[in-house]
Nanobody, 123 residues
């Protein structure tokens, strides 16, 4: 198992950028697919971006964030990132980091979750 701790959330104006980080404990980080998910008030949790279990692995994005968000990982640092550019008010949500297996692009593959970090985008 891994323990996941997100950071980097905050308040930003529309059009701005944020970089979320997720630090993982444990020596098996590199064996996990990693993902970012989000949940807005009154809505279900949704997939934002996922990545295979190796640096440079395939990635998968929600249509709503393609071209604006980038997921990456540094296995040497046991950390996964989400670079968010061109933020919109509709991106406001709690963002969760998760670790999982195959297939990396299915939400159901993710079984270990962080506590989340709030991202608020003002118009």
């Amino acid at each position: 198992q891994v323990q996941l701790v997100e950071s980097g959330g905050g308040l930003v104006q529309a059009g701005g950028s944020l970089r979320l980080s997720c630090a993982a404990s444990g020596r098996t980080f590199s064996s996990y697919a990693m993902g970012w998910f989000r949940q807005a008030p009154g809505k279900e949790r949704e997939l934002v971006a996922t990545m295979q279990n190796w640096n440079g692995g395939s990635t998968n994005y929600a249509d709503s964030v393609k071209g604006r968000f980038t997921i990456s990982r540094d296995d040497a640092k046991n950390t996964v990132y989400l670079q968010m550019n061109g933020l919109k008010p509709e991106d406001t949500a709690v963002y969760y980091c998760a670790a999982g297996g195959r297939p990396y692009f299915y939400t159901s593959s993710y079984t270990q979750w962080g506590q989340g970090t709030q991202v608020t985008v003002s118009s």
